[in-house]
């Protein structure tokens, strides 16, 4: 490769100072403001940003799809990059990490053109449901502001989950708008590279990433050690899930995880399961895909592959055994009001999509007790209850916002508004437990956008300096 092209890339080096630079950032925007803050770019640079509807979302918003050409004519070859926010409604990390990337590549012809993409950028994928969430944005780092006002659809109202699979038992086709909107754009743009802005909750951070693109792990390693960000060297979020590196994940397909399920006796199509993800779906095209999951919070011994000095088999029976005994007791309650219930709200179809699997998550760590292989002192990082302090509070809490909206309606009976006082005593005293458990400490949003832009970057100058050898060593 020649001193000229080594140059003209864009260097690891370059992606930290970049993600390090951000300026303060405080809270998260709201989607009108996310969506006018695009536009406005689309006006400043008319002739470098073009605009298409590709869809609607299930109460009539319009989903727009904002194209960035960094190339020009001359160009043997050109990255097509789809970059998507908003894929759960509940991880606005990315609506950030979406400005800051347009506002770099129109702003800096250097970068635009380095990075040689066409970009392809759907700002929200899931307006409807990202908008239940907005009354935490401003004050993301309070516990019960964030969980008072915090929303996670059911899986089969997921974006995320529900493409279409055909798959030997497994067979789902009941895709939403939202979802045959992102479809048919990877379908037209059958991109080389997929990348959904998710982010999780607490710990540290880590990726999906597909092994194609494993090169990319040392970067993905030092940007959150540049920022202070620990990794998340815990389990991962399913057993199913192959370690490319610490706190990196193969980003594999739904007909892994089939096969997975099926040589671990365990039903490869379960009752209430969705469809395959994104990234699976995308993966037809050749598409490498990267998820970059950071936290809200950091919590103490995200990274600490230290002894603990507990067993490992009774930290999950421990935790097992408090989920079963939540999910038991909110499923009696939600079955003891439903009569009285008369609103059919988002809140309420996600309590009764989470609120019984509960029991079941419980039960799989009671089970994954009694293997043999977890009889051993744990790590620091091995904490099973932050499961159950995530299910407790999220869908505890769905099921409270459910309630209270009947409540506030005026057409709740007396049942149902003693039910919301006894759910929101437990609720509070789960939110106070879990703070002196887990420790959170909320991270400053630059930091954690830093990253998710950084890499970003990191996988489209990946690709780059790949198709330049390519090109070079055909030359």
Avoid at 130 to 135: A, S
Avoid at 248 to 255: K, N, Q
Avoid at 275 to 303: N, V
Wanted: proline content about 7%; some cysteine.
């Amino acid at each position: 490769m020649t001193t000229e092209a080594i140059t003209a890339m864009v260097s690891d080096d370059e992606i930290v100072v970049r993600a390090s630079s951000l300026p303060e950032l405080d809270g998260y925007p709201t989607v009108d403001e996310l969506l006018e803050r695009v536009e406005a770019l689309r006006e400043e640079f008319p002739d470098l940003v073009t605009k298409r509807r590709v869809g609607t979302s299930r109460l009539g918003e319009p989903i727009m799809q904002y194209i960035v050409d960094g190339g020009s004519d001359a160009d043997d070859r050109r990255t097509r990059c789809l970059v998507v926010g908003g894929i759960h409604p509940n991880e606005p990390i990315g609506s950030h990490t979406v400005i800051r990337l347009l506002d770099d590549l129109l702003y800096d012809a250097s970068l635009r053109q380095r990075l040689r993409a066409v970009w392809h950028v759907i700002p929200c994928i899931d307006p409807d449901g990202m908008r239940l969430n907005e009354g935490w944005f401003d004050e993301p780092f309070d516990g019960e502001t964030y969980f008072r006002h915090f929303y996670r659809p059911p899986g089969h109202e997921q974006v995320e989950w529900t493409f279409p699979i055909d798959y030997k038992q497994k067979y789902f086709d009941a895709t939403l708008p939202e979802t045959r909107a992102l479809q048919r754009a990877i379908d037209e743009i059958r991109p080389d590279l997929y990348i959904p802005l998710h982010n999780s909750e607490t710990g540290g951070a880590y990726y999906y990433l597909s092994p194609d693109a494993r090169d990319l792990a040392p970067l993905l390693h030092r940007l959150p050690a540049e920022l202070g960000i620990p990794l998340h060297l815990g389990e991962p979020e399913a057993s199913h899930f192959t370690e490319l590196a610490p706190a990196v994940f193969a980003a594999g397909t739904s007909e892994d995880v089939y096969e997975w399920r099926v040589q671990n006796d365990l039903d490869p199509a379960p009752p209430g399961g969705a469809g395959q993800s994104s990234t699976s779906y995308a993966s037809r095209y050749g598409t490498l895909s990267l998820i970059a999951e950071l936290p809200i919070w950091r919590t103490f011994g995200a990274d600490d592959t230290r002894p603990s000095g507990e067993n490992y088999a009774a930290l999950l029976r421990s935790a097992g055994e408090a989920l079963i005994e939540t999910g038991t007791r909110l499923t009696a309650l939600l079955e003891q009001v439903r009569p009285s219930l008369t609103l059919d709200s988002p809140f309420l179809r996600s309590a009764t999509a989470f609120v019984p699997g509960m029991t079941r998550a419980g039960q799989h760590m009671v089970d994954r007790a009694s293997d043999p292989a977890n009889d051993r002192i744990a790590a620091v990082a091995e904490r099973p209850m932050s499961v159950v302090w995530m299910y407790r509070l999220r869908f505890g809490g769905a099921l409270l916002r459910a309630l209270r909206a009947e409540v506030a309606a005026g057409f709740a009976p007396v049942a149902v508004r003693r039910a919301a006082d006894e759910l929101a005593r437990s609720w509070n005293g789960w939110l106070a437990r879990r703070d002196a458990d887990e420790r959170p400490e909320g991270i400053p949003v630059s930091d954690v956008v830093g990253v998710q832009y950084g890499a970003v970057l990191g996988l489209v100058a990946l690709q780059s300096r790949r198709i330049r050898t390519r090109l070079e060593e055909g030359s």
